[in-house]
């Protein structure tokens, strides 16, 4: 099968998750065509996904597909935008139709679920590697950014952290096939949650947030950076999975929960939230009391 063959497929697989009210003329042009609405930021971030890097090649494809729409949207979430849509641009060692339809599956499960339209993409021989370029809205000058938070801002984390990084420390997810098959470790890793609705409640609320995927540690460190100001947090206050450590949960990675600061009551987010320490004027970042560094995953170094 050729890659216009293989385009056809994947068209006809997203079926109605290929438009949207915003989207005039999706795959199968030389261009997407997408409307911005009026008093309207378009707010846009792109990520790729390396197969054996950032997720184990020899999964099920429609769990790869999956995880790489919700991770990739995840960028929106922190920044409080709306759904918009989403370009994706697959290297792919073989024509493999098979492999092809059900990770389509996947990221059409995704997107539905998301309310994001998968408007366009190319496909290109080569290691297994999946781009996804993510684009949403937020009212002009209401994006939630890392420079805003303040001495006096509680930090906050929306559900439990370290899981992801428990089921990778574990082993086996290569050996994983179906969604129904998972464990709880397992999900957490392959079936993340954008906070898109969590992100558009902060909106006008929260001084600053940031997804976490990197580690709890390192991508607060980016908001204190950003801000320049310090956190102090309590270890105890940490919400950490069943399954995984207090370690996992400070540096692990790919949870893709919302970590926002802010002063004054907590808006209603509907999911479970937890303050885990608060922002100071000293540079910085403490855990009871002692100092720590913000590390967390990085691809060099």
């Known amino acids: 099968m050729n890659e216009f063959e293989l385009i056809d497929e994947i068209v006809a697989t997203l079926g109605a998750a290929a438009s949207g009210p915003l989207v005039r003329v999706g795959p199968g042009d030389d261009a997407a065509v997408t409307r911005v609405p009026p008093g309207m930021e378009l707010i846009s971030s792109i990520d790729a996904l390396v197969g054996d890097v950032h997720f184990p090649a020899a999964a099920g494809p429609a769990l790869i597909g999956y995880r790489a729409i919700?991770?990739?949207?995840?960028?929106?979430?922190?920044?409080?935008a709306e759904q918009g849509f989403v370009l994706v641009a697959l290297n792919l060692p073989t024509d493999d139709p098979a492999w092809v339809r059900e990770l389509t599956v996947g990221m059409r499960e995704a997107a539905e679920t998301l309310g994001v339209g998968l408007v366009g993409g190319n496909i290109a021989r080569g290691p297994l590697a999946i781009a996804v370029s993510v684009h949403g809205f937020?009212?002009?000058?209401?994006?939630?950014l890392r420079s805003g938070a303040r001495p006096g801002d509680r930090i906050y984390v929306t559900g439990e952290l370290g899981g992801a990084?428990?089921?990778l420390a574990r082993g086996g997810l290569a050996d994983c096939r179906a969604a129904d098959q998972l464990d709880p470790l397992a999900?957490?890793?392959f079936r993340p949650r954008a906070r898109l609705p969590e992100g558009i409640a902060l909106r006008g609320r929260a001084h600053s947030a940031i997804d976490l995927s990197d580690g709890l540690l390192q991508d607060l460190g980016h908001i204190l950076k950003a801000s320049r100001v310090g956190a102090r947090l309590d270890a105890a206050a940490i919400p950490v999975a069943e399954g995984a450590t207090l370690e996992q949960a400070l540096h692990g990675g790919?949870?893709?929960?919302?970590?926002?600061?802010l002063a004054g009551a907590l808006p209603p987010l509907g999911v479970p939230v937890y303050c885990i320490g608060e922002i100071v004027a000293e540079s910085g970042l403490t855990i009871n009391g002692k100092p720590v560094v913000t590390s967390g995953y990085q691809h060099f170094g």
């Open 70 to 80: 919700m991770v990739s949207v995840s960028d929106l979430a922190a920044m409080g």
């Open 138 to 144: 937020a009212p002009a000058g209401q994006a939630l």
């Open 165 to 167: 990084a428990a089921a």
């Open 187 to 189: 999900r957490r890793y």
């Open 254 to 261: 790919d949870d893709y929960e919302l970590c926002f600061t």
